[in-house]
């Protein structure tokens, strides 16, 4: 059994919610399922945690959502990380999205730097590379915002907690 772990997540609004909900759709009326975990929001990991840290990681994210309003994000291209096994949609990297990562790291090494994104699907390297010829044809850029953060243990799926980030700017 994989070890447990935390992932704090940066939540997508509402309209990229049911775009990729539509995209993820596709995939599935063509055959693909994938193994991600269901029913979690379309979201972007700001941090993968051990789980003695889920005290300091609701005290930050408490912290952060008082501090930030909701984060404007592009999600202006896909990609696939090395193995080919997740496909995602990812923002363009600018100084507000830094800053609001910045606010959430913690002192715990990592294997990765950090790649935001948000993942469509999660499968064998081949199903990937059968699936991506849909999310091309249909893909197109969205612009929308962080609207929350939410912390869950893993696996099983353990909801933690969840802040919303304060409206506007």
Known sequence: MAEKFLALMADLDEGIQKQ???WYASLQEAGF?????????YHI???????DHE???VSRMKKVATDFSEVPVHLSHIGVFAGGSVLFAAPERDRRL????EALEF????????TPHATLIIDKPEII??????????????LGKVTRLHLCEFQPKREIAAFDLLKGE
């Open 33 to 41: 399922k994938g193994v991600q975990t269901p029913d979690l929001p």
């Open 129 to 142: 590379q059968a699936a991506m010829p849909l999310v091309v044809k249909s893909f197109t850029p969205l």
């Open 107 to 114: 002192d715990v090494p990592s294997e990765y730097p950090w």
């Open 98 to 101: 830094n800053e609001f990562h």
């Open 20 to 22: 990729m909900s539509s």
């Open 55 to 57: 005290g300091e990681a």
């Open 45 to 51: 990991t700001m941090a993968v945690l051990p789980l």
